[in-house]
């Protein structure tokens, strides 16, 4: 999907960012050649409380 994606917008995987959660998600972003970030450090969750960060599950 990610490869499918980079065609479709002819873009290339070095300057893109793939968001995710999952392992999944970093093993897609790798196989695809595109940079990983874990979506709790990108959006800062790992700075929020554990009670605000449940509210945003």
């Known amino acids: 999907m990610i490869i499918q994606a980079l065609d ?3 873009a290339n995987p070095a300057e893109c ?3 995710g959660d999952m392992e999944a998600d970093r093993t ?3 196989d695809a050649g ?3 970030r ?3 450090d990108f959006f ?3 700075d929020l409380d554990s009670d605000t960060a449940t509210l945003l599950e």
């Open 34 to 36: 595109v940079p990983f």
């Open 28 to 30: 897609a972003a790798k």
């Open 17 to 19: 960012l793939m968001v």
């Open 38 to 40: 874990w979506a709790a």
């Open 44 to 46: 800062g969750w790992s």
């Open 8 to 10: 479709d917008f002819q």
